[in-house]
């Protein structure tokens, strides 16, 4: 409806936003730590972590865990701990060739997919949670790959890759088994798709365009509209989500009116006269 409305957040640079899989909370990343809102009035933050060195998590289908990546010992690495914050985080996926950069489980939470590399030279991968843990190419190309997002069914994968010079948005069928199929038409970034999985929304500038898309018998968009302008966004890593009912999204840092000062006169005395009514 365009309808913007501010959710209260630490004071702090919020990166990546995701909504539980059932819409009642609301995860981020904040001053490289994790915290959790309650969708309800005045709720009071939860914070998840505090080595100031987690960020990009994301759910579990469940919703009962977070996985995110974590610098705490310099290089990234994947975590995985309870939402509830009732258990410590217990690595998920360390690499001893390759830093993570940021990673997801799969619906079925069996695969682990998760990108690699640096800022010039970053590739997908994809491998199984036990068993065969094989590293598997999703998109290794000398092109820069980012921002993986498994389909709510956990049948494709949508991502961003600028293997043709400039950064768009593809999917492919999971177990990769074809060519990708691009989604975006003028550059876009940051995929995020439905929670019905019909949809598969992404940045094209300042942006945000929705893609229908259809999925059998094979992969195609139906078409595009814009839903969304004025979001900044971010690179490398979606920042916004979608809510699972469709009809609203959470968005790090969306100016609304630019901000303003506020300067207080006499402050001191102002808090002594609250203190002595007993009303700070």
């Known amino acids: 409806s365009g309808r913007t409305m501010r959710m209260l957040w630490p004071d702090?640079?919020?990166?990546q936003a995701r909504f539980s899989p059932d819409g009642a909370r609301v995860l981020v990343s904040g001053g490289r730590n994790l915290w959790i809102l309650e969708r309800t009035p005045n709720a009071v933050p939860q914070r998840l972590t505090s080595d100031n060195a987690s960020d990009r998590p994301e759910w579990t289908a469940d919703g009962k865990r977070i996985v995110f990546r974590s610098r705490a010992t310099g290089t990234g690495v994947l975590m995985v701990r309870s939402a509830d914050g009732s258990a410590e985080a217990k690595l998920l996926l360390a690499l001893p060739d390759l830093e993570i950069w940021q990673g997801a489980l799969?619906?079925?939470e069996r695969t682990i997919l998760y990108r690699t590399g640096t800022v010039n030279?970053?590739?997908?991968?994809?491998?199984?949670?036990?068993?065969?843990?094989?590293?598997?190419?999703?998109a290794s190309t000398p092109a820069v790959e980012n921002s993986p997002r498994f389909s709510p069914d956990g049948r494709w994968i949508a991502y961003v890759s600028n293997e043709s010079g400039v950064s768009e948005v593809f999917v492919r069928a999971f177990p990769i088994s074809s060519s990708p199929t691009r989604v975006s038409l003028d550059g876009a970034k940051e995929p995020a798709w439905s929670r019905d999985g019909r949809q598969l929304f992404f940045r094209s500038g300042s942006r945000i365009i929705r893609a229908t898309v259809r999925t059998s018998p094979e992969f195609s968009v139906v078409s595009r509209d814009v839903v969304l302008t004025g979001y900044d966004g971010q690179d490398g890593v979606?920042?916004?989500?979608?809510?699972?009912?469709g009809r609203e999204f959470v968005l790090p840092s969306l100016a609304v009116d630019?901000?303003?000062?506020?300067?207080?006169?006499?402050w001191k005395r102002?808090?002594?006269?609250?203190?002595?009514?007993?009303t700070p």
């Open 12 to 15: 702090v640079l919020v990166g």
């Open 106 to 108: 799969s619906p079925d």
């Open 121 to 138: 030279g970053a590739d997908i991968w994809y491998q199984s949670v036990s068993g065969d843990t094989t590293r598997r190419s999703v």
């Open 238 to 245: 979606t920042g916004f989500d979608v809510a699972p009912n």
């Open 258 to 266: 630019g901000g303003k000062i506020v300067v207080v006169h006499g």
């Open 270 to 278: 102002e808090l002594r006269e609250r203190f002595s009514k007993g």
